[in-house]
């Protein structure tokens, strides 16, 4: 039995490495090194936040984004909220990346998390470096003018050998750009436990993360109480401490400012208001453009729809983004490209 951590970390270390070792004795040097890396992740506040088989896996899996050219995104998945996604997100992204911390590498805005990116890589010079997406808004379409360049940046920046945290209460809210790259995921119950699916742990069909993306929509969070679903899982009913690896800061406080602003453009807006710190109106782009048009004229979206080969929700969707050039239909004069 291995002691737990809080109660005798150095003992919690020695039976471990006992424990892989009596597993596979001719594998004594790997596990030195696992051990050696816990050492490096945790001798300073001596203690460790969640399973020793978990940090395997997460030890294995930054072996691979080293020495395979690879990059790691991670799904947490809870449901009402308060379950532990992020914070069970914030030891998983330290303990493979220890300079990892909230205040510095947490992001509610797409565009925080493209800022993010570019500081650790390109200033920092991180060679592999955690970052957190913490419940990004999940209005952003995949086919907006945003949409298309996110997707465009995501697609290249695995070669930037990332480690990315997704946390969501809902598949549905983590747009098609990132939903795409996710490798793993971890779903959270109201009990403080979690559950894992990754392909790689998937024998003998591989594919188990694809088939609660490709179930996510009729099953929703039912498919997590699947038992053909469940027993495919990597690890089950794992714990997790309540605290964090570190103290934070700016990074809680600058959540609940973001929040306070959403709140008080609603009330404004409700209210009849200017916000100061209402967002700039969307501007179209040359496709767009031509559809706001062609519904002005008097066009059905079904006809704009097969004329410009797009879906009729796809249609409503942009005229509904961009409905104050709709509504307002004296003052547009449409963009020349």
């Not at 940090?55 to 909220?81: E, P, S, T």
């Not at 453009?289 to 097969?306: L, W």
Request: with cysteine; proline share 3%; hydrophobic share 35%.
């Amino acid at each position: 039995m291995v002691t737990q951590s809080v109660n005798n970390y150095k003992k919690f270390k020695d039976d471990v490495r006992e424990y892989y070792l009596s597993r596979n004795v001719d594998a004594e040097k790997e596990i030195n090194q696992f051990i050696d890396y816990i050492s490096q992740c945790y001798d300073g506040i001596s203690r460790c936040f969640f399973s020793y088989k978990f940090m395997k896996y997460l030890y294995l899996r930054r072996h691979d984004v080293i020495n395979k050219n690879q990059h790691f995104w991670i799904a947490f998945i809870g449901k009402k909220g308060g379950e532990g996604k992020s914070t069970l997100a914030k030891q998983a992204l330290h303990f493979v990346d220890h300079s990892f911390h909230s205040d510095t590498r947490c992001a509610a805005s797409f565009e925080k998390f493209i800022e993010n990116i570019k500081q650790t890589k390109k200033i920092d010079k991180v060679a592999y470096p955690s970052l957190l997406l913490d419940e990004v808004d999940p209005k952003l379409h995949h086919a907006s003018v945003d949409g298309r360049t996110l997707r465009s940046i995501t697609t290249k920046v695995r070669q930037l050998n990332l480690f990315v945290g997704v946390c969501a209460n809902t598949l549905n809210d983590i747009p098609a750009f990132i939903h795409d790259r996710i490798n793993t995921i971890i779903k959270i119950d109201d009990h403080h436990r979690f559950w894992l699916y990754d392909n790689n742990y998937d024998s003998p069909k591989f594919s188990i993360v694809d088939d609660i993306k490709k179930e996510w929509n009729q099953s929703k969070h039912a498919i997590f109480k699947d038992k053909s679903i469940i027993k495919r899982a990597h690890m089950k009913n794992q714990s997790f401490s309540k605290e964090l690896p570190f103290t934070e800061h700016t990074y809680l406080e600058e959540k609940d400012k973001d929040l306070f602003a959403d709140i008080d453009l609603y009330l404004n807006s409700k209210n009849g208001k200017a916000s100061p710190q209402a967002p700039a109106l969307p501007v179209p782009d040359r496709m767009d453009t031509e559809i706001i048009k062609a519904k002005r004229a008097g066009e059905s979206s079904a006809s704009i729809a097969a004329r410009f080969n797009r879906t009729h929700r796809m249609i409503n969707m942009i005229c509904k983004k961009f409905n104050h050039l709709l509504e307002n239909s004296g003052n547009w004069k449409p963009r020349v490209f």
